[in-house]
């Protein structure tokens, strides 16, 4: 359970919608933003992963292919910020999938969970390149096991 | 491949993120709003499925168990709306499955295909409900295979 | 009356706030969308203005300097699009101003009223660029007075 | 310049628009999350406003009847919160103004200024309310001068 990154995700008063709860929609915008928080704080021993943020406008080292996302409960609008858990559950030649856990607290129960599929990219000629060594060891010290979904 | 509504989903300026491309979030806000049209025209001999906007605030008829999207290639931000295909995939006692192919345009490849899970809920007790014939009805006349995935 | 444009904005489930209103700053998301309508479609003797869409990616060729809104009535989320006029109300060297009414249908009592500042850039150097003739003619074609503000 | 509230708005990668920067309409989403901070965090003497999260959903406490803001250079995409100072630059019998500016970090030049007209509400009856002795208070410790705007 200590191989995954532990996120921090402030919510937005917008992110409601008409029925008082966090909007499907905005729990994927949660997501997207513990991923680029993902990129940023994965590390080991000095080497780390592409930076998804502003370093990175124009062309993107990362190309998201696919996601998976089930509601078990809805999260509630808190001045608090959502507790995203974060690890690495596939590590292909130039791809990777990451596993989520989501819950309004870090104490609370998983409120929603899911994976993403993210292919790496060589912003320069826009096609998937491989992982190189030091990012390879990057997302071994942050792998788990696929996070269990119902369907 | 008639049996399947063709919706218009209107872009919108902020929908394009810094690469250029519809934002990835931004898709599934897309396909939300097609479901809002797949709930509001799908009808069958006058029978016709609970409505997801605005006649339906303060507590929701239909609950997003789940969804599945992957991105084929990238959406662009162009005046004219995009153009969604949904059906039904599945169909259960309380539930069913939404299938979706997203274009550029309606003659374009397909961009971005995926999955949407659907409880159907009474809103006075906040638990599930069987769905009734005329429901199953609707649901029938726009019944087709699961869209293929590849993961 | 009629030297203004009449545009429609389609809502999404997502504008609508956990008070089941559109929400203040989706509503500023609908004047953003109606200026690309009004960039898009302003025409006059075959002279046009710079898009706003995804011909001009990458460095805008107009810059928002401010905006003004005041919200007069809620809008409710409903399928039918909300009905936005938008005319030109200051015309500058390098600069102009945009008046809006928003309203829930076209015959509606106005919703939401304000204004836009824009000025027109040279993309190559990032530096306001004087308006040239032919833009002069399509804004003074849309020409009326600034909307009344009660603030 | 002491009596205003100091304010860390975290962004979001969907906040960058197609040209790198904070979206324009972004960044009003940015000044409605301080505008929560400030009625969550203002406080004198034990005294405090209504809170507009969570706690208020359903009929709001305040409605928010007009806003005005001045863009006088982009914010860009970070991993570091904005910081938006927030005071109060008008107190009327049922309602008040805040003026806020927007830094990309706490020591970096103005990026934006605003106001924000606000009505406070009795949810019950949805008409103004007039603002009780502790909210008068509440707003007197955090009153300064309007901010200035170049038109």
Redesign the interface.
Same mark, same amino acid.
């Given at each position: 359970m200590s191989r995954r990154l532990h996120l921090s995700v402030?919510l $937005?008063? =917008?992110d409601?919608? +008409?029925? /008082?709860h966090i !909007? !499907?929609? +905005?729990v994927? +915008?949660l997501v @997207? *933003?513990a991923r680029? &928080?993902f990129f +940023?704080q994965a590390e080991c021993d000095g080497e780390t992963l592409p930076r998804?943020? /502003?370093e990175n &406008?124009? $062309? =993107?080292p990362i190309?998201?292919?696919? *996601?998976?996302? @089930?509601?078990l409960m809805p999260l #509630? &609008? @808190?001045?608090e910020p959502v507790s995203i858990d974060m690890w690495v559950s596939h590590i292909g030649g130039a791809d990777c999938e990451l596993s989520y856990e989501i819950r309004q607290q870090p104490s609370s129960p998983v409120a929603a969970t899911g994976l993403n /599929?993210l292919v790496f990219m060589n912003p320069e000629t826009g096609r998937p390149r491989r992982l190189s060594a030091g990012q390879r060891q990057v997302l071994d010290s942050l792998f788990g096991e696929q996070v269990r979904? #119902?369907?």
């Open positions: 402030p $937005r008063w =917008s409601a919608d +008409a029925y /008082g !909007n !499907n929609v +905005a994927l +915008a @997207e *933003q680029v &928080l +940023a998804l943020d /502003g &406008l124009g $062309r =993107s190309f998201l292919t696919g *996601q998976r996302v @089930e509601y #509630r &609008l @808190e001045i /599929g979904l #119902r369907h």
